[in-house]
C-alpha cells in the first residue's frame, strides 16, 4: 500500500504535492532524484516505470510531480488527469489538487476551480485546496471583469478608428477641391491671340484682286501714252 510523503512546495501559494512510494526501482529511483532536486533524472525514471505500469495511477503522479518541477505544466496536468482515475482515495484527492495547480500555472482559472473543488469533495478538510480556491476564483472573477470591459475598450478603439477615418475623408475632400480650383483657373488664363491663318478662299480672293489692279494699271498707262502723242502732233496755240 502506498504511503503520501512528506508535502512538496511548488509555489508561494500552491502548496505542493507528494510523490508516492512504491515498490519499484524505477519509481524508487525517480523518488529519489526528484527529493534530490534532479527532476531531468527523475522524470527519466519515471518515464520507464510508466512502460512498465501504464495503467499505475501512482506512477502517472509520480511522473507529473517530476513534470511539474520543470515547468511543463500542460504535460503534467495530462499526468495528474490520469491520476484522477485512482481508486485510492487519498491519492485521487492529491491527483486533482494537483491537477488544480496545473491549471493555475497555465491561467486556466475556471478550469483550477473546478479541480479544487474535486479535491475538496473528497477532503473537506484540506486547508492548502480551500485556499488555492479562493486565489482561483479571485482570478476568475478578474478575468470575467476584464472581458466585461473588453466590449467597450473596442467600442472606444472603433470609434477613434472612425473619426480619424472621417478625418482623413475631409482632408482627401479639401485636397481634390483645391485640386479642381487650380485646374480651372488655368482653363479660366486667356490663350495668347493668334492671328488667324488665310484660308485658301481668302488667297485666291487676294491674287484676283492684285491682277485686276495690275490690269487697270497698263490701260491707264496706254491712255496717258495715246494722250501724249495726240498733244505732240497738234498744232501751237496762237497768242494774236
Known sequence: ??????????????????????????????????????????????????????????AHYDRGAALYALSRFDEAGQEFLRATEAKDAPLKESAFYNLGNALFKKEKYKEAVAAYTRALGLRPDDKQAKWNLEIALKKQKEDQDKKKNQPDQNKNDQNKDQKQANQDQKQDQKKDQKQAQNDQKKNDKPQDQKQPEPKPQDDKQQAEAVLDNLERSSKDLEKERARARAVRRAPPERDW
Open 1 to 58: 500500500m502506498r504511503r503520501l510523503l512528506a508535502l512538496m512546495t511548488l509555489a508561494p501559494f500552491l502548496c505542493g504535492f507528494s510523490i508516492l512510494e512504491k515498490r519499484d526501482p524505477e519509481i524508487e529511483a525517480g523518488n529519489a532524484a526528484l527529493k534530490a532536486g534532479k527532476a531531468d533524472d527523475a522524470l527519466a525514471h519515471y518515464d520507464r516505470a510508466v512502460k512498465k505500469l501504464p495503467a499505475d495511477a501512482g
